[in-house]
C-alpha cells in the first residue's frame, strides 16, 4: 500500500533470499534480486531433482513476485561481474543469501573408500539437463 523509497538489494535467489526477498517487497521496499545462474531458485531448482520438487512451482512464485514489484536480475555473478562496492552504493541495504555448494563428507565410516563420490555437480548437471538450460 506505501512504499517506502528504500531500494534493497539480495543477493542469491535460493529459498533464503525468495523468501526475504518477498517479506521485504511486501513491507514496501523496491526489491532486486541478484542471481548468478540464468534462473532463479537457488538449491531447489539447480540442487532438487524434479521429482521431488516440479520446477513450474518455483516460477509460479517468480511470477507472483515479479507482480508484486521484486525485480530479478539473473546470470549476475556478485564479485565477479558486479563489485561489491557498486552493489553497495546502488541500494540502501544489501542482504547476501548465497547458500553453500561446498561439499562435506558424511563423517561416516566408509566415506572415504573408492567410488564415492559427491552428488552436488551430478545434481547440478542433471537438472540443467532435465531443465533444457
Ligand atoms: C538433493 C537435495 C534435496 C533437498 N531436499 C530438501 C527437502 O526435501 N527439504 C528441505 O527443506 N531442503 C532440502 N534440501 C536443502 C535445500 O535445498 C537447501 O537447504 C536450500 O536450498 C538452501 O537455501 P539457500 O537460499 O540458503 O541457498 P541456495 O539454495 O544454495 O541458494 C543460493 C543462491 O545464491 C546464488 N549465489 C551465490 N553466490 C552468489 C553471488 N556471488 N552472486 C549471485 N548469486 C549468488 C547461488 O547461485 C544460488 O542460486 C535439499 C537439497 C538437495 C541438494
Sequence with gaps: EKKTGKRVAVIG???AGMSAAQQLGRAGHDVHVYERESRPGGLMRYGIPDFKI???YIDRRIEQMQGEGVTFHCG????VDKPVAELLAEHDAVLYCGGSETPRAAGIPGDDLGGVHDAMPYLVQ???RVGAE
Excluded at 76 to 79: E, F
Design 13 to 15: 535467489s535460493g529459498p
Design 54 to 56: 516440479e520446477k513450474h
Design 76 to 79: 549476475v555473478n556478485v564479485g
Design 126 to 128: 542433471q537438472n540443467r
